[in-house]
């Protein structure tokens, strides 16, 4: 017997003393696995508040305003999205990657923001700052309100088709509250109708941002002179019932600086045709 060890004859057998070490190593193996879990995620939610907290304009608001409601855990709230498109607009709005000008501070559309001393000092006087306004109901309505996530999913205009439809449902949207309410998510169907309503609205952002505004201020900066008039409500960021007398000159005008073209020296292209008939439409609008 020197050198080897005797093991002693287990009366339930081999196979049912290893059944039982597995089991107790699984055990183990899993409570450890949770515990690790559990601290990381206590830390990472940590560092979102503290994160949240440092400033105003912090990305991590709305996350760590989701985080800190009641509800599913976020991880299943995006399962619940079958879209992946769907789910990439609710992950990218919890984590402020929506350009939204209280974070982005407006920086790729800052030829649009207010640049004249009267239209900055105006913006002050409402409380907000030139750089943080939204874009949408400065040009259109020439109202300086905050653009963060409660304006562009509960209260802009610019999204009231998209906001009209989600309301069907039976949801209001009239205060913070209420929009963390349907960032809850509890069952499959509230979280397809959530998606939806948030890839609709970022549709219209990116079309508003990218092609309606930018042209707007073209047309203001090159067609007529960079001339600042002030519209009255429901009307267009440039002002056009001065030029109604001179429409044919202006429409001729239009269509040189679209591609060139000498008038009637040949066809005009599809887009300076579609230019010109929006033009057309604008100066036939205002003289009514």
């Known amino acids: 017997m020197a050198g080897h060890r005797y093991r002693p004859t287990d009366p339930a057998g081999p196979s049912a003393y290893c059944r039982s070490v597995r089991s107790q190593v699984a055990r183990v193996v899993h409570n450890l696995r949770q515990e690790l879990s559990r601290n ?4 990472v939610y940590g560092e979102v508040l503290e994160f949240a907290s440092s400033t105003q304009a912090s990305k991590y608001a709305t996350i760590a305003a989701r985080l800190q409601q009641p509800g599913p855990p976020l991880n299943l709230a995006l ?7 769907h789910r990439s607009a609710l992950s990218s709005l919890l984590c402020g990657d929506w350009f939204l000008a209280v974070h982005a501070q407006n920086y790729f559309a800052r030829n649009l923001v207010p640049q004249i001393a009267t239209q900055i000092n105006r913006v002050l006087e409402a409380g907000g700052a030139a750089n943080t306004i939204c874009l949408a109901c400065w040009h259109h309505r020439r109202e300086a309100f905050l653009e963060d996530e409660f304006h562009v999913l509960c209260v802009c205009p610019e999204y009231a088709g998209a906001r009209r439809d989600f309301l069907i449902t039976g949801t209001t949207l009239n205060h913070h509250l209420d929009m963390m309410q349907i960032l ?6 509230q979280a397809e109708h959530l998606a939806t309503f948030l890839i609709r609205t970022r549709q219209t952002r990116v079309k508003v941002l ?4 930018p042209r707007r201020a ?7 002179g960079g001339s600042e008039a002030e519209p009255a409500a429901g009307m267009a960021y440039f002002s056009l019932p001065r030029l109604s007398t001179d429409a044919d000159a202006w429409l001729c005008q239009t269509a040189q600086k679209a591609n060139g073209l000498r008038h009637g020296s040949c066809p005009l292209s599809t887009t300076s045709s579609k230019l010109l008939l929006q033009c057309l439409l604008t100066l036939t609008r205002f003289r009514d």
């Open 40 to 43: 990381w995620w206590a830390g």
């Open 79 to 85: 399962e619940h999205i079958a879209l992946p498109s």
């Open 184 to 189: 809850q998510c509890r069952n499959k169907v």
């Open 210 to 213: 990218t092609m309606q505004l």
């Open 218 to 224: 073209l047309w203001q900066s090159e067609l007529l």
